[in-house]
């Protein structure tokens, strides 16, 4: 079932509590692909009814970014989420979400503001704001479905801790499921924005992937050392990408390593043209 208002969703959800089943939550920005799917899957099987948001939202998008240009295939998502048994998928419109002259006038919103040291790093610290948009509307999707379990991929690792953090600091009574990433044969992590990729991108792109499992081989050897870690990377690397980060951190707290050991995640972001792609890996 597509339904586009909060107001419709609420009513569906407050049958479904009613009858006392539980309820999962996979928020979405729509392109689905196998890494969506792979979320959908698990809370189609763990929950009794299974709600998908495809909403690009525009608060997570800093000015000069894709907002407008993201792909978005409502009608094939759907085809996609009724196949694999969701029973409603929620897509509203900027204006359902936050009302009128929300864009050029964020004074006029409240904000989720997660803390400073989650999101003054990694993608934080060139997407400014972005993780207070996506703090924000998850919230209010967690209000609107009112989900037992919420679904998040670990491909967006650093996303999935501050969104942890915030469930924990502001009491939300809903249970995180983390999810593994799931990546193309080759390595490559999937996502909506590979669409952007030409073919000789997307092996440009394998970078990502080659340098993380790289790191995991060493590691597995014995090397912990973060700095001849971080050295065994740039043989991967050549003039076409231009790496944002690569970091290694805590996986909870993301406090940064110095020596590597089972609880340290690799970051890394890497620009393929225009394109800005992360991929992670955790190391344990
Ligand atoms: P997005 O539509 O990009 O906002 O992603 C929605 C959810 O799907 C987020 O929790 C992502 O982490 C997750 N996701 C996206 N790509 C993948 C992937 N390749 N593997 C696992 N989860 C993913």
């Given at each position: 079932m597509l339904l586009h208002t909060i107001s419709e969703v609420r009513e569906q959800i407050k049958k479904w509590k009613k009858e006392g089943l539980t309820i999962g939550l996979v928020p979405?920005?729509?392109?689905l692909h196998a890494g969506h799917l792979s979320l959908i899957?698990?809370?189609?099987?763990?929950?009794?009814?299974?709600v998908v948001s495809v909403f690009v939202n525009p608060i997570q998008f800093c000015p000069g970014e894709d907002l407008d240009k993201y792909p978005r295939t409502l009608e094939a998502d759907e085809k996609l989420c009724a196949e694999a048994g969701v029973n409603i998928v929620f897509a509203?419109?900027?204006?359902?979400?936050?009302?009128?002259?929300h864009i050029l006038s964020n004074d006029f919103l409240t904000y989720v503001i997660p803390p400073y040291f989650y999101t003054d790093k990694l993608c934080g610290k060139s997407r400014v704001g972005h993780f207070d948009g996506v703090c924000t509307v998850v919230n209010k999707l967690f209000n609107i479905v009112q989900p037992d379990y919420a679904f998040f991929g670990q491909k967006d690792a650093q996303q999935l801790i501050i969104i942890k953090k915030m469930v924990k600091d502001l009491n939300i009574p809903v249970e995180i499921i983390?999810?593994?990433?799931?990546?193309?044969?080759?390595?490559?992590?999937?996502?909506?924005?590979?669409?952007?990729?030409s073919e000789s991108d997307k092996k440009e792109a394998l970078a990502l992937s080659k340098i993380l499992f790289n790191i995991k081989a060493c590691y597995d050897k014995g090397i912990t050392d973060v700095k001849a870690l971080t050295e065994t990377a740039y043989?991967?690397?050549?003039?076409?990408?231009?790496?944002?980060?690569?970091?290694?951190?805590?996986?909870?707290?993301?406090?940064?390593?110095?020596?590597?050991?089972?609880?340290?995640?690799?970051?890394?972001?890497?620009?393929i043209g225009n394109v800005r792609l992360i991929d992670n890996i955790l190391l344990g």
């Open positions: 979405t920005m729509g392109a899957k698990k809370s189609v099987e763990k929950c009794d009814r299974t509203p419109s900027p204006k359902e979400m936050y009302g009128e002259g983390p999810c593994p990433i799931v990546r193309e044969e080759s390595g490559l992590a999937l996502s909506s924005r590979n669409k952007y990729l043989s991967f690397l050549n003039g076409h990408h231009s790496l944002e980060y690569l970091e290694f951190r805590d996986k909870d707290n993301l406090e940064e390593k110095n020596v590597a050991d089972c609880n340290t995640q690799v970051f890394i972001a890497l620009k």
